[in-house]
């Protein structure tokens, strides 16, 4: 029903920035809560940020708060996650994922995800 395409990363300095989209398929996009998880190598995947369906109720990770933004235009069907002074504890693996109606911060509770955005933050 959903399909998760995600673009954007790359190599940045540190004190840098980088924008992640994430595109979606699917018609029922708009009904679904959208978050951003990460994966460093060998740690779990965490729990980034998630915004709701009207794009009006976010919820960010106290490790990124105030660095990052997310956002979403359900007219094109993408995500967005504007990253801001970013620091090398930042480099991972990015997914969107997604979820019927209600926000949430843990990965069990999304049921579609993209392949992922590498993001490498530099020293």
């Known amino acids: 029903q959903v399909q998760l395409v995600e673009s954007g990363g790359g190599l940045v300095q540190a004190g840098g920035s980088l924008r992640l989209s994430c595109a979606a398929s699917?018609?029922?996009?708009?009904?679904?809560?959208m978050g951003w998880f990460r994966q460093a190598p060998g740690k779990e995947r965490e729990f980034v940020a998630t915004?709701?369906?009207?794009?009006?109720?976010?919820n960010y990770a106290d490790s990124v708060k105030g660095r990052f933004t997310i956002s979403r235009d359900n007219a094109k069907n993408t995500v967005y996650l504007q990253m801001n002074s970013l620091k090398p504890e930042d480099t991972a693996v990015y997914y969107c994922?997604?979820?019927?109606?209600?926000?949430?911060?843990?990965?069990?509770?999304?049921?579609?995800w993209g392949q992922g955005t590498q993001v490498t933050v530099s020293s």
């Open positions: 994922a997604a979820r019927y109606e209600r926000i949430a911060t843990m990965t069990y509770e999304y049921n579609y």
């Open positions: 699917g018609r029922t996009f708009s009904s679904y809560a």
């Open positions: 915004i709701s369906w009207s794009g009006r109720n976010t």
